[in-house]
């Protein structure tokens, strides 16, 4: 399609040449449909914040629901005996089977490792889940979340029970969203979009940190060439989720920030999901009937599994 | 992880193994996480529906611009001169570039072409526009969509001038939509889903309906072998748009349903693109400066194009 016109040009739009090609009238009357679509996407910036005004109404209704929750998993509240299946789409035999094998232990309570247990069968934070953060995640009691109206947004919390890893009894992670288009760039407005993201410092108890870790590096050069020298560097742990990447506003310019932006979509990503799948059907991560964090893939409809997080975004 | 139970019910659940060692009174303790899951989620439906409240309410803001929008479209109104960039991120030299070639046009009325020109740029309804549709689709003046309380759901008009093609003036296609979970399957609710989809009857004129095609076929048994029958086939078209496939209330058990659910969901996923992006964003389509349904790429901003819409699901 792109033919007189230089490259970069012609990236700019599948369509350059019909434009180009258009009478200079009819030009003017396309760019006057552009200025009408700025001005409706402000409007539906308006939109957008009065869905966030309904969510904070909502967040009351459930969270009658999240405080019985909690209040079985941490053994609190013993529930009647319940007339539910624990898996969906078994026949009266393997309901047996599933039960078979079991009895009551008295002494259990509530339900050992739910939150660790939960965290681990959604796709994308299981990734972010190592080894040496299992056994620290079984400390969890409560993941809540709730919206805000100043900063706008939301924050999720891990409540943690007292524990030998850290002193903090909750983690907080908050998302401040932006709900207007940015001045000058209206036209790529898409909406709600996360303009900062702010995390917790994690108050690790001695020697406890499995975010650090202790590297020995071979000196080549100088006085010390040749000794072994101890260097603290970044491990991948679950808990680097509270030391969230800047977003544009707060990188400096000697960040490098080339792929700054994704990871910041990528955070903002988990925490919707958190958000929105992981902590309203918790139970459905718990028994496995749900894996990926926006598609209902109950494998008995339709035997297929759906990832919405292809490898390559690892 | 499936051991001992057979693969039905290993296929169930990912957490099978962990879900059948619990002792019977914590399997009754995650029951009852089910049981209040469920009763969450009816709640979830009527956020829902709030939603749908608020966007009947603002399609009546939305309203004025359309209607300005169609009135310059048309040629029914004459704009004044207009200061934003017809394509976003050339610069001066560019702007010269893309004018220089062409003078006004007095005899020019409207945007000509501008619908079907949308509807080309937009990935997923381009794939549905056949040749022999285009100069239909010339005829269009005006692309709408409105939500509907009763039944709950919404309908996309698309407007015709009088044309040698059809009678109609308009054609409609109305989507039925389900903000409840269906009785029974609570678990998988995952927001509103299509139930019922409309479309009109088009009254072609004689001759002109591109949705249907004569084929000879050479009879190979009977008293007619060797003769050539002429058969009326179902063609490809973009008006095949107006016959959506059945919803489950609707088939009978003849019907091939194998893929009907699919279809289903895919007619509904191109309702929900010209509902949400390309009525809204019509004239950034038009300058082909958006392409796919949902993504807002501007290769100005990354250089990269994506499309949510691989070939595999063509």
Redesign the interface.
Known sequence: MAA???L??A??????D???????????????????????IK??S??YK??HE??IE?ET??KS?FD??KA??NGDV?????D???????NEE?IA???K??????S?K???DFWL?VLR?HDLVAETIEEHDAPILSFLTDVTTAASQDPPGFKIEFHFATNPYFKNSVLTKTYVLKFEPEEGAE????GPHVSRIIGDSIEWEDGKNVTKKAVKKKQKKGANAGKFLTKTVKAESFFNFFEPPKSKDERNEEDDDEHAEEFLELDYEMGQALRDTVI?????F????L?AD?M?D????D?EEVSDFSDDEA
């Open positions: 007189e016109h230089d970069d040009a990236l700019l739009s599948t369509n350059f019909l434009i180009q090609g258009l009478p200079l009238n009819v030009k003017n009357r396309v760019c006057a449909l552009k200025k009408l679509q700025i001005d409706s409007v539906e308006d939109f009065r869905v309904l969510e909502f209704k459930f629901f019985q929750r079985i998993i013993e529930p009647s005996a319940c539910v299946p624990i898996l969906e789409g078994l393997q089977d599933l039960n094998h079991t009895e009551a232990d008295p259990a509530g339900i050992k247990t069968t036209l790529s407005f898409d309203p059907r918790a139970v459905l718990f028994t496995g009937e894996q926006d209902f109950f494998p008995g409809e035997g």
